[in-house]
Structure formats: C-alpha cells, structure tokens
C-alpha cells in the first residue's frame, strides 16, 4: 500500500457529503490520501495535533472543509509548512458565503488557497496539481486530463450545432 501523502480534513461529519469529491478526485489519480474529522471549535487540541503533525506523517498537501465559522483551514495552515487548500462548505444558512469570507480572508503570512464553495473536487484537483510539479508523470496525467476535459466540450459545441 502507498504512503498516504493528502490529509483530508473536515470540521463534523456532516461535511463528508460534501468532502468526499476530494477523495474522489485523489482517486482518479491514485494519490493516496486519509480522511479525518477534526474541528477548530470542538476539539482544538486535536485538530492542532492534525497539523503539527502532518509533515513529520509525511503528508505533503491538506485538503480542510468547514461550514459557517469555518476556522479550520486557516488554523491548521497556522501550524504546518505543507500547502492548505480550503473548502467553503456550504450549511443550510448564507448559502456558504459565511464559510467562503471566513476561508478566503486569510491575514497575510498564513496562505489557504480557497477553492469555490461546496467545490471539494477542485481541491483533490488542485492538490493533484500540486504534486505534480515535482513529478513529471502525474503533471502528463494531469494534461491528459485537461485534454480530456477540452474534447467533451468542444464534442458537446458540436453536438449542439448538429
Ligand atoms: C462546522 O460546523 C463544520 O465544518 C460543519 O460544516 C458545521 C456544522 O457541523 P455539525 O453541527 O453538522 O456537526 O464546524
């Protein structure tokens, strides 16, 4: 079995419906990856252990989803080196604009590369990305995936127009 090298977290486990895109995503290119609940608010101790851990794990990107007062990418990008991407989950109030300005508004020094709310795909994607700039066979998939993604487009232009 390969080394786990994404850590995905999430503040409860109601944002599994949402977080799972991310391992999913991880899947498609065979990035081994760990899920965990772990919340800024109801066990913070827990959740700073998450990340002061995480690189000595060998972990090498964090994947962290909230809702509402979602602290949890910005607090475990506080105490990690690794890269953190955030995703807005979004609740049944707001829409997730709540969780999206309590993600996005990092204080400088301490980036979260945010994706768009309820978005967890683009965070397996964007971790993928990531790995893949050290890892020329991965950054091939990668393109080959994007060349896929431009021919089911341009098919459906054309089956539109036909
Ligand atoms: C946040 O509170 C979690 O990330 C979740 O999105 C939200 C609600 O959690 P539950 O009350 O459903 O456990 O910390």
Redesign the pocket.
């Known amino acids: 079995m390969s080394a786990v090298r994404v850590g995905i977290a999430?503040?409860?486990?109601?944002?599994l419906p949402v977080m799972r895109a991310a391992a999913e995503a991880l899947d498609e290119f065979g990035i081994a990856h760990e899920l965990r609940v772990v919340?800024?608010?109801r066990t913070p101790r827990e959740m700073l252990a998450y990340g002061e851990e995480a690189e000595a794990r060998g972990l090498q990107v964090l994947i962290a989803?909230?809702?509402?007062?979602?602290h949890?990418p910005g607090m475990l990008a506080s105490v990690t080196p690794l890269p953190v991407i955030g995703v807005p989950?979004p609740?049944q109030h707001l829409d997730g604009l709540d969780s999206l300005l309590s993600i996005v508004q990092m204080p400088k020094g301490v980036p979260v590369a945010t994706v768009a709310v309820g978005n967890a795909r683009n965070a397996g994607l964007l971790a993928v990305r990531i790995l893949a700039a050290s890892d020329p066979d991965l950054r091939a998939r990668i393109t080959a995936f994007q060349d896929d993604l431009a021919a089911a487009s341009l098919d459906a232009d054309r089956t539109l127009t036909d």
Request: hydrophobic content about 45%; overall charge neutral.
């Open positions: 999430m503040g409860s486990r109601s944002d919340s800024a608010h989803g909230a809702g509402g007062a979602a949890l989950v609740l």
